[in-house]
């Protein structure tokens, strides 16, 4: 059983920055894939970011978040982090962590939120103008 429980979300006002944490327990978290999906009243859950077990591989962020948003992970205490910068009102949701034990090799199956097994409850993020 591995519990992934969010933390760091809030109110920020646009162009400001936040940070929010997942911490894992329950599981061998240095072997999981670790993402960030967010979901938006009356929207479709929509991929974040996502960083394999094996740093060294790549990271890999959806096209409205690039250039702003930093996924890292600290193995030692097995906790995951979404930097988010620049925020924008339409960054506006719920932001939920997932782990899955799969390599990212020679597929793209974790942008699909489908593809998860475990998932955090859930942080509000409210970006206001």
């Known amino acids: 059983q591995v519990q992934l429980v969010e933390s760091g979300g809030g109110l920020v006002q646009a162009g400001g920055s936040l940070r929010l944490s997942c911490a894992a327990s329950?599981?061998?978290?240095?072997?999981?894939?670790m993402a960030w999906f967010r979901q938006a009243p009356g929207k479709e859950r929509e991929f974040v970011a996502a960083?394999?077990?094996?740093?060294?591989?790549?990271?890999d962020y959806g096209d409205s978040v690039k250039g702003r948003f930093t996924i890292s992970r600290d193995n030692a205490k097995k906790v995951v982090y979404l930097q988010m910068n620049s925020l924008k009102p339409e960054d506006t949701a719920i932001y939920y962590c997932?782990?899955?034990?799969?390599?990212?090799?020679?597929?793209?199956?974790?942008?699909?939120?489908?593809?998860?097994?475990?998932w955090g409850q859930g942080t509000q993020v409210t970006v206001s103008s």
């Open positions: 997932a782990a899955e034990a799969r390599s990212f090799y020679g597929s793209s199956w974790y942008l699909n939120s489908n593809e998860y097994t475990y």
């Open positions: 329950g599981g061998a978290f240095s072997r999981y894939a």
């Open positions: 960083i394999p077990w094996i740093w060294s591989v790549s990271t």
